[in-house]
C-alpha cells in the first residue's frame, strides 16, 4: 500500500521511508505540502489512502494540507496521521478539525508509528467493504426492478383485456385469478431482493420443493404471450408431457421469464420463438431459441455479468438493465445448474440453462 510522507525535514524524512519499506509499504515522499498536494492531484484515483504529514512545513502545512485533503470533491478517502511537537488539548482540536485522523508525538517511534499505521488500514479496509456492500445493494436493487417489469407487463395486459373485452363470468375469473397470483409473486419477488440479509450476503435463499418443471414452463409461457403478441410473435413450446424435479417454482419461474422475454425484446416482428425442454447427459435442458440479429463470438463471455449491455438494441423499444441474464446465472447456479449461449450474427441466438435431475429420474 502507498503511503504519502509530506516532511520537510530531510533526515526525518528518510528514517519514515526505511521503516515503511521494511513494513511492506510503498513510500511516497514530498519536501513540503504544495509537493505532497501536486502528488495526490496529478492521479487522484490512484492516489495514497494513508497519508504522514508533518504540521509544520514550508508553503503549505499540514494543518492547510489535510483540510484541503478532505475538503476536496472526488478525492478517495485519505486516512491522515499528523505529525507533531505539538500536544496541548488546543492543537489537538485545531487537528482533528482539520480533518486529521490521527496523531503522532515526534519524536516518532516506530513502534508506534507501525500500529497507527495498521489501524488505519483496517479502516480503509472497512471503507472498502462499504463500498462493496454498497454496490452489491444497487446491484439487487436494480434486479428487484427488472424482476417487477415483466410481472407488471401481465398484471397490465390482462386488466386491460378485463376492461376492453366482453368476456364471461368464467373468463372474468380466470384473468382475475391469474392477476392475483401474479401480484402475490411480485410481493414474494420484493420481500426475497429486499430483505437485507440477502443484499449483504449476495446469495439466494432457496425454497425448493417437487414440482413438475413442464407445468412450469408452460404457465409462465402463457403469462408472458401476450407481450409476444404484440409484435406478432409466435411462441412454439416442444415440451414433454411432465418432468417432475426438485425446485425453487419463484426463482426457476423468474430464470424463464428472463429468458423469454428476452428473446421476444431482441426478436423482430412475425418471428417465431422456439422454447424446448430436453433432457441430456443426467441434466434437464431449457433451451430459447429465437430469430434475432445474434451475438458475436467475442462478445458472448460478457452476457451473464450484471449490467452487460453488448449495443443490441430491443427490437420494440423495450427497455433493458442488462441484469436479467446475470439473474437467470445466479439463480441456475445456486441450484446446481448451468447456463449457456449457442450464437452467430444474423442466424439468432439459443440461450439455455440446465438443471440435474433427481435421482429417481436418472435410473
Not at 487537528?95 to 486529521?100: I, T, W
Not at 483496517?122 to 436493487?141: A, G, M, P, T, V
Amino acid at each position: 500500500m502507498k503511503v504519502l510522507i509530506a516532511e520537510d525535514a530531510m533526515i526525518s524524512r528518510l528514517m519514515l521511508e526505511e521503516w515503511l519499506t521494511s513494513w511492506g509499504y510503498q513510500p511516497i515522499s514530498a519536501n513540503d505540502g504544495e509537493q505532497a498536494w501536486n502528488i495526490i492531484m496529478d492521479d487522484k484515483a490512484n492516489a495514497p489512502r494513508l497519508a504522514l504529514l508533518d504540521w509544520m512545513m514550508p508553503n503549505m502545512d499540514g494543518i492547510e494540507l489535510c483540510q484541503k485533503i478532505k475538503n476536496t470533491d472526488k478525492l478517495p478517502f485519505i486516512y491522515v496521521i499528523l505529525l507533531t511537537s505539538k500536544n496541548s488539548k488546543e492543537d489537538i482540536v485545531t487537528g482533528l478539525d482539520a480533518g486529521a485522523d490521527d496523531f503522532l508525538s515526534k519524536p516518532v517511534q516506530p513502534e508506534e508509528l507501525r500500529s497507527r499505521l495498521n489501524v488505519g488500514t483496517r479502516i480503509l479496509d472497512y471503507q472498502r467493504r462499504l463500498l462493496e456492500l454498497d454496490e452489491q445493494k444497487n446491484k439487487f436493487l436494480g434486479m428487484a426492478a427488472h424482476d417487477l417489469r415483466n410481472p407488471l407487463t401481465s398484471i397490465i395486459g390482462f386488466s386491460q383485456l378485463l376492461l376492453n373485452t366482453p368476456l364471461d363470468e368464467n373468463g372474468k375469473r380466470e384473468f382475475l385469478n391469474i392477476i392475483n397470483q401474479v401480484s402475490n409473486e411480485m410481493l414474494l419477488t420484493l420481500n426475497d431482493l429486499l430483505d437485507i440479509s440477502v443484499i449483504e450476503s449476495g446469495k439466494f435463499d432457496l425454497h425448493v420443493k417437487d414440482h413438475d418443471l413442464v407445468e412450469l414452463i408452460a404457465y409462465r409461457i402463457r403469462l408472458i404471450s401476450l407481450t409476444a403478441q404484440q409484435k406478432n410473435i409466435y411462441i412454439e413450446a416442444n415440451l414433454p408431457e411432465k418432468l417432475p424435479l426438485s425446485f425453487d417454482k419463484d426463482r426457476i419461474g423468474q430464470a424463464i421469464d428472463n429468458l423469454v422475454s428476452n428473446a421476444i425484446k431482441y426478436s423482430p416482428k412475425n418471428t417465431t420463438i422456439r422454447v424446448q425442454l430436453l433432457i441430456e447427459e443426467q441434466q434437464a435442458k431449457l433451451s430459447v431459441q429465437d430469430e434475432g440479429s445474434g451475438i458475436p463470438l467475442d462478445k458472448q463471455h460478457r452476457l451473464f455479468g450484471d449490467f452487460s449491455k453488448l449495443g443490441s438494441k430491443p427490437t420494440g423499444g423495450e427497455k433493458s438493465t442488462g441484469l436479467g441474464l446475470a439473474i437467470v446465472k445466479r439463480i441456475i447456479e445456486a441450484h446446481g445448474g448451468q447456463v449457456g449461449v449457442m450464437s452467430e450474427p444474423q442466424k439468432g441466438s439459443c440461450f439455455f440453462f440446465t438443471l440435474p435431475l433427481s435421482d429417481d429420474i436418472k435410473s
